[in-house]
């Protein structure tokens, strides 16, 4: 399966942006494991942000709760990360994932990675 990640940018603090994550390929393990998004700012480790079951269970950071919303589109294969009020430590390179569980470890299957730049 492969990932292909979209929707980053900058934004100002207080803004949204939301990120797509589109599978494409051998879907099957997309279809039946949890799609989740990681990040990484610099100088940090890859943390779990969100992930979304094939149940539509959810599970969030708890820095993200109440902020971010992951939600999927089954018959496009397609995952969203809605992000609003973001903030300056939201900024990261963010990942799309499957093939893991709804909080963590990862799975072997990683998109390409999107960067998120909050800032004035």
């Known amino acids: 399966v492969q990932l292909q990640a979209s929707g980053g940018g900058l934004v100002q603090p207080g803004g949204s942006l939301r990120l797509s994550c589109a599978a494409n390929?051998?879907?099957?393990?997309?279809?039946?494991?949890?799609i989740s998004w990681y990040r990484q700012a610099p100088g940090k480790q890859r943390e779990l942000v969100a992930a979304?079951?094939?149940?539509?269970?959810?599970n969030y950071a708890d820095s993200v709760k109440g902020r971010f919303t992951i939600s999927k589109d089954n018959a496009k294969n397609t995952v969203y990360l809605q992000m609003n009020s973001l903030k300056p430590e939201d900024t990261a390179v963010y990942y799309c994932?499957?093939?893991?569980?709804?909080?963590?470890?990862?799975?072997?299957?990683w998109g390409q990675g999107t960067q998120v730049t909050v800032s004035s």
């Open positions: 994932n499957t093939g893991g569980s709804l909080a963590g470890p990862p799975g072997r299957y």
């Open positions: 390929g051998s879907i099957f393990i997309f279809s039946i494991t949890a």
């Open positions: 979304i079951a094939r149940s539509d269970s959810t």
